[in-house]
């Protein structure tokens, strides 16, 4: 029985020392899992406290978008009025341009009309300045003739001229030499 008994020793401190490294083993393991545990939380933490930095932010981002959005909200209005406002005016002075159109097309109709008769009135003067072209060549011939008989007729005053002078003169016509 002794025998069993050293056995049943040996048998319980291998057990004891199994026992206490398998729960070494368990602690450390527990250990680790307890410090990924904290560093996850740690970790966790910290993305937390960023998250509610970005959300704060988000906040004041759309408290300031509001805000923008009020001003733009206004200054669409009075665009808007503006806008309303122009084409008021632009209608007005469209209106003014279309009447000042028509008086202007209408007087262009004059003129084509009063241009159309001065066409024929130059035409009309033009014939009589052709007329007059003739009128005035054939009035150039008459004095060239006239001229070619003052010439003809002022020798023949000349030579007429002489021959008084001869009569009055009987001396001259018995010295021929004189």
Do not use: C, H, W
Not at 64 to 75: E, F, L, N, W
Not at 102 to 125: C, F, K, P, Q, Y
């Amino acid at each position: 029985m002794p025998e069993g008994n050293l056995d049943d020793r040996d048998s319980g401190m291998a057990g004891f020392v199994g026992r206490l490294t398998l729960f070494s083993v368990a602690g450390l393991f527990a250990a680790a899992a307890f410090a990924g545990m904290g560093l996850f939380m740690f970790n966790m933490g910290r993305d937390m406290t960023t998250m509610t930095t970005s959300v704060v932010q988000m906040g004041r981002d759309v408290t300031s978008m509001a805000t923008d959005m009020r001003s733009m909200m206004g200054q669409m209005g009075t665009m808007a009025k503006s806008m309303v406002e122009g084409q008021a005016g632009m209608s007005k002075d469209f209106a003014k341009v279309r009447a000042g159109m028509e008086t202007m097309t209408n007087d262009m109709g004059r003129m084509a009309l009063d241009m159309g008769a001065l066409s024929v009135n130059i035409g009309s003067m033009t014939g009589a300045i052709d007329t007059m072209n003739k009128s005035m060549a054939t009035m150039n011939q008459s004095m060239m003739m006239m001229n070619q008989a003052i010439g003809r007729m002022d020798a023949n005053m000349a030579q007429m001229a002489y021959d008084i002078n001869k009569f009055t003169r009987p001396e001259s016509i018995m010295t021929p030499f004189r």
